[in-house]
């Protein structure tokens, strides 16, 4: 699904690597992964969407709204600043791959020079609703 949508503050919400996941000792990563739907897909592709608006619409509410909560809005600030320094378009959201605690899906994004970035975001189901998670996130103890 291609979109020309603004994008940013990605560098927040990164997937850590396989190996980095993999040396702070968790269990899950030797689950098989979970059973991702269509409507699943269909509803990351459409918080991506949203997150992605949001940012850079600079609407704190609806950006909060695909996070877990506590989420502190100055890590949303930040990511809004990245939008408009960086001046990333996403161009399309791809790759949607289930893990063993959800699932992440692949972004591709253009910056203000045109120079194509791949970004790839981590979802989790919290209270049974899919949140955007990573572990950057400064989420209250």
Do not use: H
């Given at each position: 699904?291609?979109r020309?949508?603004?994008?940013g503050?990605m560098a927040?919400?990164?997937?850590?690597s396989?190996s980095?996941?993999a040396?702070c000792?968790?269990d899950?990563?030797?689950?098989?992964?979970?059973d991702l739907?269509?409507q699943?897909?269909?509803?990351?592709?459409?918080?991506v969407?949203?997150?992605v608006?949001?940012?850079r619409d600079?609407?704190m509410t609806r950006?909060q709204?695909?996070?877990p909560e506590?989420?502190?809005s100055?890590?949303v600030?930040?990511?809004m600043?990245t939008v408009?320094?960086?001046?990333?378009?996403?161009v399309?959201?791809?790759?949607?791959?289930?893990?063993s605690?959800g699932?992440?899906?692949?972004?591709q994004l253009?910056?203000?020079?045109?120079?194509v970035v791949?970004?790839?975001?981590?979802?989790?189901?919290?209270?049974?609703?899919?949140?955007?998670?990573?572990?950057?996130?400064?989420?209250?103890?």
């Open positions: 699904m291609k020309a949508l603004v994008f503050g927040l919400l990164l997937t850590l396989a980095l996941m040396s000792g968790d899950k990563a030797d689950q098989p992964p979970i739907q269509q699943d897909r269909d509803r990351i592709t459409q918080m969407t949203d997150y608006t949001a940012l600079r609407d950006a709204a695909q996070l506590g989420v502190p100055a890590t600030t930040k990511a600043n408009r320094d960086e001046g990333f378009q996403l399309e959201i791809g790759g949607i791959a289930p893990n605690e699932a992440t899906a692949t972004l253009t910056d203000k020079s045109g120079k791949t970004r790839v975001l981590e979802f989790r189901i919290e209270d049974g609703q899919w949140r955007l998670w990573s572990p950057q996130l400064k989420l209250p103890a």
